[in-house]
């Protein structure tokens, strides 16, 4: 495994700005989930995909964001018209499908909206 | 829809005390669970994981946890920890979709524990 990888690893934005951050996860592994991180809190749950469908958003997630696996591998996390509030730790994980198998994380996205 | 609990916060010890952190779900079906560790700067790795069978589950350094399907609860322990030990420990629970297979659903967190050990 050569490990889930997300670029980039830091993101300084304007408030108001469109950003993207992309996710490759583990080969092999079907299944891939986004996580926002803030300071002192547990991973937050914003969506998961197995393959190219995206099975649950969460209803926290605002119309700004949406994520997007288009071939089943790699994936996109767009926030549209960041805010303040964005500013947090974007977290990818990827999962074999089945029923014994746990995620793996990559090192995260550090977003700061200014 | 699921949630977890973690009771504590922060817990500071010193080395060689034993430790045991708390971890609590909610949800009434089948679940897998999970402790992650985020030492500092680092990402999220398992810790161990319970998906059946002996409740009891050993995980890498010295850990192991407790299913107690009745308390709907997790705890993690450690006989004596070290100051290596320090990290962020987090709870997670993932639930089975019977309309997929029975495989596993979305991974829920808890907000976790920082355990600072002292030298």
């Known amino acids: 495994d050569t490990g889930v990888s997300q670029d980039p690893r830091h993101k300084i934005t304007k408030r108001g700005q469109n950003v993207t951050f992309r996710c490759d996860p583990i080969?092999?592994?079907?299944?891939l989930y986004w996580y926002r991180q803030t300071l002192g809190q547990g991973p937050e749950f914003l969506t998961y995909f197995q393959n190219e469908a995206q099975l649950e958003k969460s209803r926290l997630l605002s119309d700004r964001f949406s994520a997007e696996r288009p071939k089943g591998s790699f994936s996109t996390l767009e926030i549209q018209r960041t805010e303040q509030g964005d500013s947090a730790m974007y977290l990818c994980a990827s999962a074999r499908t089945g029923l014994f198998n746990e995620a793996f994380f990559g090192q995260g996205t550090r977003l700061t909206v200014v | 829809a699921q949630s977890v609990s973690q009771h504590n916060h922060h817990v500071i010890l010193s080395e060689a005390a034993s430790l045991e952190l708390g971890c609590n779900y909610s949800?009434?079906?089948?679940?897998?669970l999970f402790w992650y560790v985020q030492y500092p700067g680092q990402h999220l790795q398992l810790l161990l994981k319970y998906f059946s069978g002996d409740p009891l589950v050993k995980g890498i350094k010295g850990f192991e946890a407790e299913f107690i399907k009745s308390k709907f609860s997790f705890n993690l322990r450690k006989p004596s920890v070290q100051w290596s030990d320090t990290a962020e420990y987090f709870c997670a629970v993932t639930t089975l979709l019977m309309n997929y297979g029975g495989s596993q659903g979305n991974l829920i967190f808890g907000k976790g524990t920082k355990l600072s050990v002292k030298p």
């Open positions: 080969s092999e592994h079907n299944r």
């Open positions: 949800y009434g079906g089948t679940v897998n």
